[in-house]
């Protein structure tokens, strides 16, 4: 597959670390020194779908093509207001497509599992041009009275356009079960048969476990696509890690022994929109004209479950 186009879209509403001191035991430089973040874009009078859509339209704008044109949309999506139907199926209907779609959840690393399942689909003939939208909502996940958790997060989304190519050099999807560093809880609807214990609960996050997780399987990752192609890290030209954190960002920097130039970030504004983060990234250096035919990539995140993706690609459009 190829990347032809991307598109991103985020809400209205930007809340700055001086609003969280309001109610907040926190400040401004506590959050600044732990994250690297100054401000995030929160949901207010937003809905998932819509921001999830207008991404979507603008890659298929940035695309050249139609929504016509898509023959199978994947939407990585932990949580929004609709349990079912899916969010991908909101997003066809929404876009006017007339396609097949699915919805994945690899937390965090989603955008890079669904690049490789469009990838896949288009290797096994099924597919030729894939929407792959990445759409978060994690400030609703998260308790606002737990300083630690509660700041980190901002809500958003990001799309890409996929197409018949051979601009991906490789990919690498990682699972291992360990959900007692990063989880989310929520009850169902009672049944007069329910005698199990039940407990909705707010995000729980064990944030040292979950930084070394990180840091370790996104250099891991990363170090197996560059040798399997034949590649030194310098030969990339950026580095698109997920946005969860400054500190982590700069971990894995600094285990690939590179300068901060090969990885640009957007944490500081935006902060960490899960799956959406890296789609959002791509996107801004897209359209800031960063980004030149024959340059090389490196896409890597990770995410509960504990999950994590990477993948390597090569810029075309």
């Not at 929520?186 to 064990?206: D, F, V």
Request: hydrophobic content about 40%; glycine content about 8%; aromatic content about 6%.
């Amino acid at each position: 597959m190829k990347i032809i186009g991307t598109g991103r879209a985020n809400p209205a509403k930007i809340v700055t670390n001086a609003m969280l001191e309001e109610f907040l035991d926190t400040s401004d430089e506590w959050i600044r020194e732990r994250t690297g973040m100054t401000e995030r874009h929160v949901i207010s009078s937003e809905k998932l779908e819509d921001l999830a859509t207008e991404a979507a339209l603008k890659a298929i704008e940035n695309a050249g093509v139609t929504p016509a044109d898509i023959d199978y949309i994947i939407c990585s999506n932990v949580v929004n207001e609709y349990i079912t139907p899916g969010l991908s199926c909101i997003i066809q209907g929404a876009i006017g497509a007339k396609c097949a779609c699915v919805d994945v959840n690899a937390a965090c690393s989603g955008f890079i599992y669904a690049l490789d399942m469009a990838d896949d689909r288009i290797k096994s003939g099924k597919a030729k041009t894939i929407l792959v939208v990445a759409a978060e909502e994690p400030t609703r996940m998260v308790d606002w009275k737990d300083r630690s958790i509660c700041v980190l997060f901002g809500d958003g989304a990001g799309a890409a356009v996929v197409t018949e190519g051979d601009a991906l050099i490789g990919s690498r999807l990682t699972t291992v079960s360990k959900t007692e560093c990063l989880h989310y809880v929520r009850t169902l609807e009672p049944t007069p048969y329910i005698t199990k214990e039940e407990e909705a609960k707010p995000m729980y996050m064990n944030g040292r476990e979950v930084f070394k997780t990180a840091v370790l399987s996104s250099s891991r990752d990363i170090r197996t696509l560059l040798d399997e192609a034949g590649l030194q890290p310098a030969d990339i030209k950026y580095y698109i890690l997920h946005q969860a954190n400054m500190r982590i960002i700069e971990a894995i920097c600094g285990q690939l022994k590179l300068d901060m130039s090969h990885f640009p970030t957007n944490v500081a504004h935006y902060g960490n929109t899960s799956s959406a983060s890296v789609a959002i990234l791509l996107d801004e250096l897209n359209r800031d004209g960063k980004l030149q035919k024959g340059d090389k990539l490196v896409l890597s995140a990770f995410g509960a479950g504990f999950t994590t993706g990477a993948c390597i690609i090569e810029w075309t459009k």
